[in-house]
């Protein structure tokens, strides 16, 4: 079975930090991505990589960055944290495309 | 502009009754589409999938029928469970430099009456 490992279950932090949120997986896959899922607005995507040190814009990247330095772990960057990135990030992965995604089990962040 | 619409936030249905869960889509380039199930504080997790080649794929209480001309596909459970309530989201890929995306449906929340 594949595992997506995400860092934190919960997070609270202040605005205007600067949040690392990691997520690693052990199945050797190309591709992975940040989603930010609110009610109401389903999962939007913030970054994926389909290669290590590789990255793409998403639907919502403005605020965050990425890295992917090695091939299992793409990390999310807020820069300086404002409360309307108060959400669940969910970090996936998948082998190649036309596959299914694999969720972790996601970061509650609240940003005060 | 939302290419993949699920029209309804919300449905409730009786234990032992069929769910449909419905979803749209608007760009006539997909060719591969996926049901998730996200329950509360966990990460959504594949249910089952279709290639644009196929107008139903079945995987046990699971059925997805893909009406192209209509753009349109539905997920059927059957006999729905009180452990099938949970958030469903439909989601959609492109083939070419677009397939590394998946869209995603804003969602439908089933609740499933015992």
């Known amino acids: 079975d594949v595992k997506v490992t995400q860092s934190s279950r919960y997070l609270v932090k202040r605005t205007g930090e600067k949040v690392f949120l990691e997520c690693v997986q052990d199945?050797?896959?190309?591709?992975m991505f940040w989603y930010r899922q609110d009610p109401g607005l389903g999962l939007r995507l913030i970054y994926f990589?389909?290669?290590?040190?590789?990255?793409e814009k998403g639907d919502i990247p403005e605020g965050y960055s990425v890295s992917r330095e090695k091939k299992e772990r793409f990390s999310l960057i807020l820069e300086s944290a404002s409360t309307n990135q108060t959400s669940m990030y969910l970090c996936?992965?998948?082998?190649?495309?036309?596959?299914?995604?694999?969720f972790g089990s996601g970061t509650q962040l609240s940003v005060l | 502009d939302q290419q993949v619409k699920q029209n309804s936030p919300s449905l409730s249905v009786q234990e032992g009754r069929i769910s449909i869960l419905n979803c749209d889509y608007t760009?006539?380039?997909?060719?591969?589409f996926l049901w998730y199930k996200k329950y509360p504080a966990e990460g959504p997790t594949f249910l089952i999938s279709?290639?644009?080649?196929?107008d139903k794929n079945e995987d046990g209480r699971f059925t997805v029928f893909l009406n192209k001309s209509a753009k349109h596909l539905s997920l059927h459970i059957v006999p729905s469970q009180p452990g099938d309530s949970a958030v469903y989201f439909c989601?959609?890929?492109?083939?070419?430099?677009?397939?590394?995306?998946?869209?995603f449906g804003k969602g439908t929340k089933l609740s499933v009456i015992p």
């Open positions: 996936a992965t998948r082998r190649t495309t036309n596959e299914k995604l694999f």
């Open positions: 199945m050797d896959h190309e591709n």
């Open positions: 990589s389909y290669d290590v040190k590789m990255k």
């Open positions: 760009n006539s380039m997909f060719d591969y």
């Open positions: 279709i290639s644009s080649i196929k």
């Open positions: 989601a959609a890929s492109a083939p070419g430099a677009g397939s590394y995306q998946l869209t």
